[in-house]
């Protein structure tokens, strides 16, 4: 889950309203959008949004593009714990209550993310005995969601909890969740959350299970064997959510993939990708080379997984190259390079790419859900 530190400082700006200008003539044809494409074909298509983006010089440009590209925005960084509850005494809602403001006034749905995650929690949270772990999530389901109540289409209930490498039975992820209730955090994080919500989609979402290779592999077994304990104890989970973060340095076998997401489609769940974008980093430095082999991966992963009709949803993280996370961590890694991840459909002209064409030829491709 990509979450830059460097990215969250700039979160705590106020309640300003921005004016959304008409989209430029690049748009091209009168419906020629990957939302509009998309909403053709009956799958949602959205991306993640950063409030604090609009606040830039390129802030009217920005918002514009997803006003126009998208019908989805999910929550970057704005309703992550970390971000919501800095230290014990403060909310900070101003950064979520702008995107929402800003969704509401473009008719755009809101995927809420995330709800508890044991790898983003603050210092202070870390502090706190099993005993008051366990009430201050519960108290945070409750406060977030009263809140938001009816404003979101979809939630990350609980995000990523697989990580093999923490030891844990299952292969669960380590942290104050889990040690406060158990496996069963989960189950009762989406129980409080259902109370709550009782339309929105709810979603259990993980990442690293598209690769082929061992760690692939574990995130795969892990995750079924996961969702099939959930399902016996009757966790009201309505999706699972597949990050996707692509990578010119990873294989893929996309039968074997595809197999897992069918295989996740028959224990009665939607399935989402939620974060999908391209790390091209190992890819040819040359523009035009690269911008190639990004669409090419593109292409070959989405041909094959929007085949499944039980993909519902399909959302990028962010819409433009210099606004991904990506960029901003090369930006911090490398700050005289003179090249930087071109990662996303849109560039930082916010123009389009070969991406953005071979994720519409897809999705014209896909059957109608």
């Known amino acids: 889950m990509p979450h830059p530190v460097s990215r969250r400082g700039v979160l705590a700006g106020g309640l300003a309203t921005l004016a959304v200008p008409a989209p430029p003539s690049s748009a091209g044809p009168a419906g020629e959008t990957l939302g509009a494409l998309a909403t053709a074909k009956g799958l949602t298509l959205g991306a993640s949004f950063a409030v604090h983006e609009t606040d830039g010089p390129h802030g009217e440009r920005y918002a514009a593009l997803y006003a126009r590209e998208v019908r989805s925005l999910t929550s970057e960084l704005e309703l992550k714990l970390s971000v919501l509850r800095p230290d014990p005494d403060t909310i900070a809602f101003a950064p979520a209550d702008r995107l929402f403001a800003f969704a509401e006034r473009q008719r755009l749905a809101v995927r809420g993310h995330t709800l508890v995650w044991n790898d983003d929690v603050p210092e202070w949270f870390k502090a706190l005995s099993r005993r008051e772990a366990g009430y201050m999530m519960d108290a945070h389901i409750e406060t977030v969601l009263g809140r938001y109540q009816g404003r979101a289409a979809a939630w990350d209930v609980v995000n990523e909890p697989i990580a093999p490498w923490d030891n844990q039975p299952g292969n669960l992820r380590a942290g104050p969740f889990l040690t406060a209730y158990g496996e069963d955090y989960i189950a009762r994080a989406f129980r409080l959350a259902r109370t709550l919500e009782p339309r929105a989609k709810l979603v259990l979402n993980e990442a690293f299970t ?68 391209c790390d091209d980093g190992a890819f040819p430095r040359d523009i035009a080379r690269r911008d190639a082999a990004v669409a090419r991966l593109y292409a070959d992963f989405l041909g094959a997984v929007l085949s499944i009709r039980a993909v519902t949803s399909l959302t990028f993280w962010q819409l433009a190259d210099t606004t991904s996370w990506l960029y901003y961590r090369d930006l911090a890694e490398r700050p005289r390079a003179a090249d930087r991840p071109r990662p996303l459909p849109f560039d930082g002209t916010f123009a389009r790419k070969p991406a953005w064409t071979a994720i519409a030829d897809a999705i014209r491709a896909m059957p109608p859900r």
Do not use: K, M, N
């Not at 966790?235 to 973060?245: K, N, R, S, T, Y």
């Open 210 to 277: 598209e690769t082929d290779d061992a760690r692939g592999a574990t995130f795969r077994a892990s995750l079924l064997a996961l969702l099939r304990r959930l399902a016996d104890r009757g966790a009201p989970i309505d999706a699972v959510g597949l990050q996707c973060h692509l990578s010119s340095r990873h294989r893929y076998d996309l039968p074997r993939f595809t197999a897992f997401v069918e295989e996740i489609a028959t224990l009665g769940y939607d399935i989402h990708l939620t974060e999908l974008d």
